[in-house]
């Protein structure tokens, strides 16, 4: 089966703790986004990569950091310097075929709670 | 920051009945989304529709898009129990990279 998975599904940090969220697609695709999502609200991106080895920032990336090094996988790290991790994040991917018009596919979401 | 606001915020309707919800934005886009999400869970892509296109249709859904008005609506026709779920829409701001901006969405609710 072909898909986006995250893990784990539910993770609890205590203050000060670094800690990492996986995410591997399986589907080719080129791109790769993590946005963060709190209750009531829409997405916010907070970082994303068009191709492996390079990545950008998106509007929310302060206290987090990723890394990609396969086109399969794109973990982030919530770092001790984001003041409020607590929150779902949700990882995405896209191929664009057509750069024009394309949908992006989802995982099932991490959700972030400090202790 | 957001791109779009849906509204409204919530619905709650009767199962059989259409479910309208709008979306605006504020700058040029190549194409405009729907997603959807249950509880807890990913979005899931409904539908897409590019700035040259005024209608589409999958299924019981129906996107319109007026690029003049800057707005969008998606209709559910006949709704479902199953329909009750968060929607979302989402443009690219006329970016080719594949980024997504995304409103708070509507909440829908579908009563039995």
């Known amino acids: 089966d072909g898909g986006i998975t995250q893990s784990p599904k539910y993770l609890f940090r205590k203050e000060g703790q670094n800690v990492t969220l996986s995410c591997e697609q399986n589907?080719?695709?080129?791109?790769m986004y993590w946005y963060r999502q709190d209750p009531g609200q829409g997405l916010r991106l907070i970082y994303y990569?068009?191709?492996?080895?390079?990545?950008q920032k998106g509007d929310i990336a302060e206290g987090y950091s990723v890394s990609r090094e396969k086109k399969e996988s794109f973990p982030l790290t919530v770092t001790s310097a984001q003041k409020n991790p607590t929150a779902f994040y949700l990882c995405?991917?896209?191929?664009?075929?057509?750069?024009?018009?394309?949908?992006?596919?989802f995982g099932q979401g991490t959700r972030l709670t400090v202790v | 920051s957001q791109q779009g606001e849906e509204d409204p915020q919530a619905l709650s309707i009767q199962e059989g009945e259409n479910a309208t919800m709008n979306c605006s934005y504020k700058?040029?886009?190549?194409?405009l989304q729907w997603y959807r999400q249950n509880s807890g869970r990913g979005l899931v892509h409904l539908i897409l529709?590019?700035?040259?296109?005024r209608e589409k249709h999958s299924g019981r859904l129906r996107v319109t898009l007026d690029t003049s008005k800057k707005s969008s609506s998606l209709l559910i026709t006949a709704s479902r129990a199953a329909d009750t779920a968060s929607y979302f829409c989402?443009?690219?701001?006329?970016?080719?990279?594949?980024?997504?901006?995304f409103g708070r969405g509507t909440q829908l609710t579908v009563w039995p």
């Open positions: 995405a991917s896209s191929t664009p075929r057509d750069r024009l018009n394309t949908e992006a596919f």
């Open positions: 589907l080719n695709h080129d791109a």
């Open positions: 990569s068009q191709i492996v080895n390079d990545f």
């Open positions: 700058t040029s886009i190549n194409n």
């Open positions: 529709i590019r700035s040259n296109e």
């Open positions: 989402a443009t690219d701001r006329g970016s080719t990279l594949g980024r997504l901006y």
